[in-house]
Nanobody
Framework: EVQLVESGGGLVQAGGALRLSCLAS????????IGWFRQAPGKEREGVSC????????VYADSVTGRFTISSDYLKNTVYLQMNSLKPEDTAVYFC???????????????????WGQGTQVTVSS
């Protein structure tokens, strides 16, 4: 059974940084893609970043490019999202998701087919 557990959320001031972790179990990373998503109050969930073990590629939403970095520790079965220069508009519940695929159209694919964690709250104060 695929299980994902997010951690690392919290309250931070604008301009600060947080690192989220997604601990995965129940599958081997090979040929899978891991995505980070977020959902702000009253808004739809959106894709933030994706890392593909199929081809090694990473993808970022325009709103986080240059500020967020996705990475992984294969031996720890953990994918990270380093978030720098945080803004109040980054406030959301952040989720990680996994799918047996690459990062092409990852947001749609993971929404329909992915396995999901429970989410971790990130709050950025102004």
């Amino acid at each position: 059974e695929v299980q994902l557990v997010e951690s690392g959320g919290g309250l931070v001031q604008a301009g600060g940084a947080l690192r989220l972790s997604c601990l995965a179990s129940g599958f081997a990373f090979d040929d899978w893609a891991i995505g980070w998503f977020r959902q702000a109050p009253g808004k739809e969930r959106e894709g933030v970043s994706c890392l593909s073990y199929t081809d090694g590629k990473t993808v970022y939403a325009d709103s986080v490019t240059g500020r967020f970095t996705i990475s992984s520790d294969y031996l720890k079965n953990t994918v990270y999202l380093q978030m720098n220069s945080l803004k109040p508009e980054d406030t959301a519940v952040y989720f990680c998701a996994a799918v047996y695929d690459d990062c092409v159209d990852y947001a749609s694919v993971m929404e329909n087919l992915g396995s999901w964690g429970q989410g971790t709250q990130v709050t950025v104060s102004s």
